[in-house]
């Protein structure tokens, strides 16, 4: 991963319940929100309009208008989750306005798009916003994250807060039942400011 981790101690107790012997248990990290400990050939970046590099934190004043790009260096299902500085998890992707969260190799897929019905615009409260890519080349099963209720274009996110979404995502990523294989997900995370 290209941005310094500090990796918080788990204790066994903590997953046991999800413990499989082939596999570690996914690290939670305050920067990066879940790591996968598994080295694997998979990519994904994410970044912001105001810096493609992805390595800086550039400063959006709330109200101004952003645009979140990711891309993967192999086909996969990627999702996208907006953290901001209160504690509130916005899913950005899937989302129910149209595209596919399934990027091909090489693909760069900006949101919104240039031929999109919406718009992003930064949010308050003014602080350190997160915008976190899991990228899988299996489909995930967010149902015990996230929902679409009725008529709603992006899925509401239950768990709120870095520590539980990172809680809740590793649960997706490893559940009891047919667990993802470690090598077959990975995860990216971007920074920018919000100021008034």
Do not use: C
Not at 60 to 81: M, P, Q, T
């Amino acid at each position: 991963m290209k941005k310094p981790a500090l990796i918080l101690a788990l204790t066994a107790s903590v997953f046991s319940s999800l413990a499989l012997p082939a596999q570690a248990a996914p690290r939670l990290s305050t920067q990066s929100i879940i790591v996968n400990p598994v080295p694997t050939t998979l990519e994904a970046r994410v970044w912001v309009d105001r810096d493609t590099s992805g390595t800086r934190t550039p400063t959006y004043r709330i109200g101004d208008r952003i645009r979140l790009s990711v891309s993967v260096n192999e086909n996969a299902h990627v999702y996208l989750f907006a953290l901001s500085p209160d504690g509130t998890v916005d899913q950005v992707l899937p989302n129910r306005l149209g595209g596919s969260n399934y990027v091909r190799k090489g693909e760069v897929r900006t949101f919104p798009s240039a031929g999109d019905n919406f718009i992003f615009n930064v949010g308050g409260p003014a602080g350190l916003n997160k915008v976190l890519v899991i990228a899988s080349r299996r489909p995930l099963n967010l149902s015990e994250l996230s929902s679409f209720q009725a008529g709603q274009a992006f899925a509401t996110v239950q768990p709120q807060g870095s520590q539980q979404l990172a809680q809740a995502l590793s649960i997706v990523v490893n559940p009891v039942t047919q667990p993802i294989p470690q090598q077959d997900w990975v995860s990216d995370i971007v920074f920018f400011n919000a100021v008034r």
